[in-house]
């Protein structure tokens, strides 16, 4: 069975970083992309990073660009997201999931998300 | 970016009634699209991927189609589970995008 297990959110200040981690179990993590897609309260989903399954591939919203960095480690099958920064328009729930043809795919199997609220 | 544009945008049914939702695409994207369902305080779920083709474990209740720009998922008899929020989805290229949503309620 699947399984994706978000941690890492929490309350940060306006400008401040937070690193975010998902730990993948039940598939080969290697040989697959994955990415974090986030939804802000009460709004619809917005996808926000995609890394390729060896790591070297990487793409991001326009509305992050700049400010995150999305890093797998294989070893670990574990991905990343470090958020810099951070903007109270970044308040949100952040799933990771995993990401079905290569980068540009849709996306089979989501972890239960991590909550990041940004305020001070 | 590829808008997504998911109509109505809040449905009231009753359980055994016929639901279609649509979305329409801003350009074409072939049959890069796919359905989720997401309940209150979960993660969404995969129902319908490339358009028409069902996920493994989903009810057949559920069916997809179109191509191009303009795609429909269709419930054929409502059942009390399906009371939720559906989103559509583009994958014709990295920067996926999403529907705002239809909320299906209970009329």
């Known amino acids: 069975e699947v399984q994706l297990l978000e941690s890492g959110g929490g309350l940060v200040q306006p400008g401040g970083s937070l690193r975010l981690s998902c730990a993948a179990s039940?598939?080969?993590?290697?040989?697959?992309?994955m990415s974090w897609v986030r939804q802000a309260p009460g709004k619809g989903l917005e996808w926000v990073s995609v890394?390729?399954?060896?790591?070297?591939?990487?793409y991001y919203a326009d509305s992050v660009k700049g400010r995150f960095t999305i890093s797998r480690d294989n070893s670990k099958n574990t991905l990343y997201l470090q958020m810099s920064s951070l903007r109270a328009e970044d308040t949100a729930v952040y799933y990771c999931?995993?990401?079905?043809?290569?980068?540009?795919?849709?996306?089979?199997?989501w972890g239960q998300g991590t909550l990041v609220t940004v305020s001070s | 970016d590829i808008q997504m544009t998911q109509s109505p945008s809040t449905l009231s049914a009753s359980v055994g009634d016929r639901l279609t939702i649509t979305c329409r695409a801003s350009q074409s994207i072939s049959s890069w699209l796919a359905w989720y369902q997401q309940k209150p305080g979960k993660a969404p779920k995969l129902l319908i991927y490339k358009a028409s083709s069902l996920e493994s474990g989903v009810p057949s209740r559920f069916s997809g189609s179109g191509s191009g720009t303009e795609f429909t998922l269709t419930i054929s008899s409502l059942q009390p589970d399906d009371f939720a929020t559906y989103y559509c989805q583009q994958y014709n290229s990295y920067s996926r995008t999403f529907g705002q949503g239809t909320k299906v309620e209970i009329k």
């Open positions: 890394v390729s399954a060896g790591g070297v591939g990487t």
């Open positions: 999931a995993r990401d079905i043809y290569d980068t540009s795919g849709y996306f089979a199997n």
């Open positions: 039940g598939f080969t993590f290697s040989t697959y992309a």
